[in-house]
Nanobody, 121 residues
């Protein structure tokens, strides 16, 4: 059993930055891949990026070059650094954990509750 809690969301102007955190409890992240997803109003939830246990990361084209995922396994925490934010980045951002890295939602067994990111123009 793993519990994931996101934090760091908020309101930011276009062009600004935010760093989201995802902290795990209940058990360790050992061996797990992590993914970040987002859901904007009226839209389907979409993949943002992921990171493997080894630290290799990968991203959706919409955020590539602007967002960076990192992890601190000793702290059981994963981060999503978001730079050059755009209004279209506005969404609820959720982190997820699973045994296999990838962009498909069903790869992930555990999900956080999400944190709101709002980018104003």
């Amino acid at each position: 059993q793993v519990q994931l809690v996101e934090s760091g969301g908020g309101l930011v102007q276009a062009g600004g930055s935010l760093r989201l955190s995802c902290a795990a409890s209940g058990r360790t992240f050992s061996g797990f891949a992590m993914g970040w997803f987002r859901q904007a109003p009226g839209k389907e939830r979409e993949f943002v990026g992921g990171i493997r246990w080894s630290g290799g990361s990968f991203y959706a084209n919409s955020v590539k070059g602007r967002f960076t995922i990192s992890r601190d396994n000793a702290k059981n925490t994963v981060y999503l650094q978001m730079n050059s934010l755009k209004p279209e980045d506005t969404a609820v951002y959720s982190c997820a954990a699973g045994p296999i890295a990838g962009s498909a939602q069903n790869l992930y067994n555990y999900w956080g509750q999400g944190t709101q990111v709002t980018v104003s123009s």
